[in-house]
């Protein structure tokens, strides 16, 4: 077996307790542990031997960038899981670990419609169209959009969102029984 040679500076140790390494193996082989937080706690073990980082980043098929990430996350979080780790069982210490380990929040675009008015959307679209004064025979986006403006759910809502949304409410089954094609 080829010897690695150290190529760089000699990493930042990351510190972890037995109950701490006893977690990140337990989640390491979890069946049900999803693989990029199995390939964390990898990451983090690693860091603790004193792995090289490069080394590391080799074995793993990652970025240097990404061991350096989560080895910062694990330094970061060391006094939030001691105190964890004294106050509670291994249970409420493997969840905070998995905490620690998941994605951060990102930022995106707010949501425009509440899942209230979706549902009153959706709601509309199952109305007999009679019943709301529309000279059309069935549903479209456009009449669905016009029509949650006018009762006031929504101030604005484009056809195209108003299609989506009588899409979502198609029942995916036939429309009619297969035996009464008999």
């Not at 082989?29 to 690693?46: D, F, G, N």
């Not at 490069?54 to 979080?77: C, G, L, S």
């Not at 969102?161 to 009619?176: C, D, H, N, V």
Request: hydrophobic share 35%.
């Amino acid at each position: 077996m080829n010897e690695r040679k150290p190529r760089g500076p000699k990493p930042e140790k990351v510190t972890i307790n037995q109950m701490q390494d006893q977690v990140l193996r337990k989640l390491i082989k979890r069946p049900s542990t999803a693989q990029k937080i199995a390939l964390r706690a990898r990451i983090v073990r690693e860091c603790a031997k004193g792995t090289r980082i490069q080394h590391i980043a080799d074995d793993e098929k990652v970025t240097v960038k990404t061991v350096k990430k989560w080895r910062n996350r694990w330094r970061e979080a060391a006094d939030y899981l001691a105190e964890i780790e004294a106050a509670e069982s291994l249970k409420e210490l493997g969840a905070a670990v998995e905490k620690v380990l998941a994605d951060q929040h990102r930022s995106g675009a707010p949501v425009k419609f509440t899942a209230e008015q979706v549902c009153q959307i959706i709601a509309i679209a199952c109305e007999p169209i009679e019943e709301s004064d529309r000279p059309v025979t069935e549903w479209t986006a456009r009449e669905l959009a016009d029509e949650a403006i006018k009762r006031g759910i929504v101030s604005s809502i484009s056809t195209r969102q108003a299609g989506r949304f009588l899409k979502r409410g198609r029942s995916e089954a036939p429309s009619q029984s297969l035996l009464d094609e008999q």
